[in-house]
C-alpha cells in the first residue's frame, strides 16, 4: 500500500483559504488558476457562482463525514447528490487512503487540497468531486495536474486522475490523462503570479 506523506510544515487558515509553508504564504492551485477561471465564468452571475459553492462544500463535508466516520448526514435538498456519491462509492469500492489531503510542491512552492487519494483496484487514483452543472474539461485538466505533480514531489506516483462529477440524478467519472500542456499552463500561471507580485 502506497504511503501519502504527512506534512505539517503546511498549513491552512480556513476562513481566509490561506496555505503556508513553514509560516510563509504560498499560493494555492485555486488562485493559481484565478485567471482562467475568471475567463471561463466571467458570464455567469455572482448568486449563482455563490449557489454552486454553498452546495459544494455542504456535498464536500457530507462526503467527508461519510468516508471518515460512516457517518450519512446530509441537507435534504442536497440529497441527490449524495445518493450519486455512495452509488458510486459502492460500485467502485475505493480503499481511502486520504481525504482531504493538502500538499505542496517542493519545488514550484504551491499547494492545494485533494479531495480523496485511494486504491480502485489496485491503481492509486486521485479523485476530485465536481457538483457543477457541468465539468469544465479544461480548468479540471490543469486543476488535476497540479495536485499530480505536487504529490509527485514528495515521491507518490498517481495512476490515475478523475473528477467525479455528481448530479441529483447520478454520477458520472472523467478521467483525464497527465498531460504536458496542462503542466506548462500550470507553470506558466506561477510564472506569471510570481512576476506580478515582484517588487
Known amino acids: 500500500m502506497v504511503e501519502i506523506p504527512q506534512l505539517p510544515e503546511l498549513t491552512f ?49 457530507a462526503i467527508e463525514n461519510f468516508t471518515e466516520f460512516g457517518v450519512e448526514d446530509i441537507d435534504p435538498q442536497y440529497a441527490g447528490y449524495f445518493s450519486a456519491f455512495l452509488q458510486w462509492w459502492n460500485r467502485r469500492k ?42 469544465n474539461t479544461k480548468l479540471c485538466a490543469v486543476q488535476l ?8 514531489s514528495h515521491g507518490v506516483k498517481v495512476d490515475d ?13 472523467v478521467p483525464f490523462q497527465r498531460s504536458s500542456k496542462c503542466w506548462s499552463v ?3 500561471l506561477m510564472t506569471i503570479r510570481n512576476y506580478i507580485n515582484e517588487s
Not at 27 to 42: E, G, I, R
Not at 145 to 152: H, I, L, P, S
Not at 162 to 170: A, E, N, T, V, Y
Open 145 to 152: 495536474e497540479g495536485y499530480d505533480r505536487a504529490f509527485e
Open 94 to 135: 475505493p480503499v481511502p487512503l486520504a481525504m482531504e489531503q493538502r500538499v505542496y510542491h517542493k519545488i514550484l512552492r504551491y499547494a492545494g487540497t485533494a479531495d480523496l487519494i485511494c486504491d480502485i483496484g489496485g491503481r492509486l487514483t486521485l479523485v476530485d468531486y465536481k457538483s457543477s452543472a457541468q465539468v
Open 13 to 61: 487558515e480556513e476562513t481566509r483559504h490561506i496555505y503556508r509553508l513553514n509560516g510563509m504564504e504560498i499560493p494555492s492551485v485555486t488562485t493559481l488558476m484565478k485567471p482562467l477561471s475568471d475567463d471561463f465564468y466571467h458570464t455567469v452571475s455572482q448568486s449563482v457562482l455563490d449557489r454552486a459553492a454553498k452546495r459544494g462544500t455542504a456535498i464536500h463535508n
Open 186 to 188: 500550470m507553470s506558466s
Open 161 to 173: 486522475r478523475l473528477i467525479l462529477h455528481l448530479s441529483k440524478d447520478g454520477y458520472q467519472e
